[in-house]
């Protein structure tokens, strides 16, 4: 089987620690989930995920991550399915007033 292709959807409040970029290609194995996803652009962008994960692996509470539209934790959370040619969201929470 042949890795499928997914974008990487960042606001511009992440994109300095991935390069710059708000979108991002990913080849993944069929089956990948998020979790696997997360793990590729943790070894492109060791900052990024910094950004997006805990010291244990898990998405920070103040970050959003969508699979074509459905935010994952309503989903299997970082066992989410991703299929080919899915757009994963970044939206970080925003507080104030």
Same mark, same amino acid.
């Given at each position: 089987?042949?890795?499928?292709?997914?974008?990487?959807? =960042?606001?511009?409040? /992440? +994109?300095? &620690?991935? !390069?710059?970029?708000?979108?991002?290609?990913?080849?993944?194995?069929? @089956? %990948?989930?998020?979790?696997?996803?997360?793990?590729?652009?943790?070894?492109?962008?060791?900052? =990024?995920?910094?950004? /997006? +994960?805990? &010291?244990? !692996?898990?998405?920070?509470?103040?970050?959003?991550?969508?699979?074509? @539209? %459905?935010?994952?934790?309503?989903?299997?959370?970082?066992?989410?399915?991703?299929?080919?040619?899915?757009?994963?969201?970044?939206?970080?929470?925003?507080?104030?007033?």
């Amino acid at each position: 089987m042949t890795d499928m292709s997914v974008t990487v959807l =960042l606001p511009g409040v /992440l +994109r300095a &620690d991935a !390069g710059g970029s708000g979108h991002l290609s990913l080849e993944l194995p069929p @089956g %990948a989930t998020l979790r696997v996803a997360l793990d590729q652009l943790a070894a492109r962008h060791p900052r =990024l995920d910094r950004r /997006l +994960r805990d &010291d244990q !692996g898990a998405l920070r509470r103040y970050v959003n991550l969508y699979v074509d @539209g %459905a935010e994952c934790r309503g989903l299997a959370g970082l066992d989410t399915p991703v299929p080919a040619g899915a757009e994963l969201h970044v939206i970080p929470s925003v507080a104030g007033g």
